[in-house]
């Protein structure tokens, strides 16, 4: 039956690819790509010839609705995104809720996604947690600050190389120097690494360290105050 798979793809390390995501990738009619350069390298290594059209953030509206058309009319369709499972923080969602409101089945598979290994590397809380994937560059990041200084539970956010001293220098303004944070980058490849500690002694390895690669940042909520016992 036609449907909608959306397939995760390795965010590094290519013996992350799951048997089954190969399988769906070549027995799909069509695979949507984020940037069909970057995944023609994974469909060649995999050997997987089906035909790719290009799906990302900046024509996904306008391909919505043909996609649609073409599962409606029968066509398997499977999407990629450069790296992990697309719709985080990638192009998917708008895919997804319209195949939804169609009454077309959608199928999610299981795979690669950054924040979980960051998550779990960071030795932070995760028994509860909230995402926040990139934050606004500049309408709204302040405000965001602002309400996420008193989230309680660990956050997990994405940052570019380029902005991580900075977005740390950000952290010493609405967190505090002491807060304790786990910076992943580069996971699964073969300079991996994740440094951790407080947001001052972070900051000043990354400052004489330039960063590199894809970085995924875990920052532990505010601890709650502890209530003085009054004498009885």
């Given at each position: 039956m036609s449907k909608l798979f959306i397939v995760p793809t390795p965010i590094g390390n290519l013996e992350d690819m799951t048997f089954r995501a190969i399988k769906v990738l070549k027995e799909a009619d069509l695979i949507l790509a984020e940037d069909t350069r970057t995944s023609a390298k994974l469909m060649k290594h995999?050997?997987?010839?089906?035909?790719?059209?290009?799906?990302?953030?900046?024509?996904?509206?306008?391909?919505?609705?043909?996609?649609?058309?073409?599962?409606?009319?029968?066509?398997?369709?499977?999407?990629?995104?450069?790296?992990?499972?697309?719709?985080i923080s990638d192009p998917g969602f708008l895919l997804t809720r319209a195949c939804v409101e169609n009454q077309i089945e959608?199928?999610?598979?299981?795979?690669?996604?950054?924040?979980?290994?960051?998550?779990?590397?960071?030795?932070?809380?995760n028994d509860k947690?909230?995402?926040?994937?990139?934050?606004?560059?500049?309408?709204?990041?302040?405000?965001?600050?602002?309400?996420?200084?008193?989230e309680t539970r660990t956050m997990i956010?994405?940052?570019?190389?380029?902005?991580?001293?900075?977005?740390?220098?950000?952290?010493?303004?609405?967190?505090?120097?002491?807060?304790?944070?786990?910076?992943?980058?580069?996971?699964?490849?073969?300079h991996e690494e994740t440094v951790r500690g407080t947001v001052e002694e972070v900051l000043n390895h990354f400052e004489a360290k330039a960063p590199k690669g894809e970085i995924v940042v875990i920052v532990?909520?505010?601890?709650?105050?502890?209530?003085?016992?009054?004498?009885?």
């Amino acid at each position: 039956m036609s449907k909608l798979f959306i397939v995760p793809t390795p965010i590094g390390n290519l013996e992350d690819m799951t048997f089954r995501a190969i399988k769906v990738l070549k027995e799909a009619d069509l695979i949507l790509a984020e940037d069909t350069r970057t995944s023609a390298k994974l469909m060649k290594h995999f050997e997987i010839n089906t035909p790719m059209m290009s799906h990302h953030m900046h024509n996904e509206h306008q391909t919505v609705e043909m996609v649609v058309q073409k599962i409606k009319s029968g066509q398997t369709v499977a999407l990629v995104s450069d790296a992990g499972t697309p719709a985080i923080s990638d192009p998917g969602f708008l895919l997804t809720r319209a195949c939804v409101e169609n009454q077309i089945e959608v199928e999610c598979l299981p795979g690669a996604t950054a924040f979980v290994p960051a998550l779990v590397n960071s030795g932070l809380p995760n028994d509860k947690f909230v995402f926040e994937g990139f934050l606004p560059d500049k309408k709204g990041r302040q405000t965001r600050y602002l309400i996420l200084a008193e989230e309680t539970r660990t956050m997990i956010l994405y940052v570019s190389p380029h902005k991580l001293v900075k977005t740390l220098q950000e952290f010493k303004e609405y967190f505090g120097v002491d807060r304790q944070i786990s910076v992943s980058r580069e996971l699964s490849k073969l300079h991996e690494e994740t440094v951790r500690g407080t947001v001052e002694e972070v900051l000043n390895h990354f400052e004489a360290k330039a960063p590199k690669g894809e970085i995924v940042v875990i920052v532990a909520g505010k601890t709650k105050e502890k209530k003085l016992k009054k004498d009885a």
